[in-house]
């Protein structure tokens, strides 16, 4: 007598299974890479070169890339710092429009070509969707914050080589 059934119910022991990869593993690595990050891994934030005490600090730096206000890495909220470790990790992003390109249409990052600059979500406590923080990171390896939704961005500096 055959074993298994012919009329598709039950499993197929011939197929293979889709992999799924459990949230605590996502929250693993996430926390891996934020703590390599925080701790000078990975996207270059130079030890010492920034201060860490405030708007203040990140005025006295040079903005690299814009004529825009400047934010140090260190003066950025925690969840923004996390975002700048998922980029430099190549995700994984927690919104499927994560690492999507962001157009510029509001014209107040610097003009470049189609597809130079990338947006990012800036996890918000409390909000229950992607919320108005975002990251935008460009071609030539600057960053910009926003925290209004693209009203205003600041270019974030101490990131990079």
Excluded: C
């Excluded at 201060?51 to 923004?80: K, M």
């Amino acid at each position: 007598m055959p074993t298994g059934n012919s009329h598709g119910s039950g499993p197929d022991p011939g197929r293979l299974k889709p992999l799924r990869v459990p949230v605590w593993v996502v929250a693993v690595v996430i926390l891996i890479a934020v703590g390599w990050f925080l701790a000078g891994g990975s996207i270059g934030v130079e030890s010492g070169s920034i201060e860490q005490s405030g708007d203040a600090a990140a005025t006295a730096i040079e903005s690299r890339y814009s004529d825009l206000p400047v934010v140090a890495v260190g003066d950025l909220p925690g969840e923004a710092r996390n975002t700048l470790a998922l980029i430099a990790a190549g995700g994984p992003y927690p919104f499927t429009r994560d690492d999507s390109v962001f157009q510029n249409r509001e014209r107040l990052l610097p003009l470049r070509d189609d597809g130079h600059y990338r947006e990012y979500t800036v996890i918000t406590p409390g909000e229950d969707d992607r919320g108005a923080r975002r990251i935008v990171a460009g071609a030539a390896g600057e960053f910009y914050y926003t925290n209004d939704h693209y009203a205003s961005f600041r270019e974030i500096v101490g990131v990079g080589p």
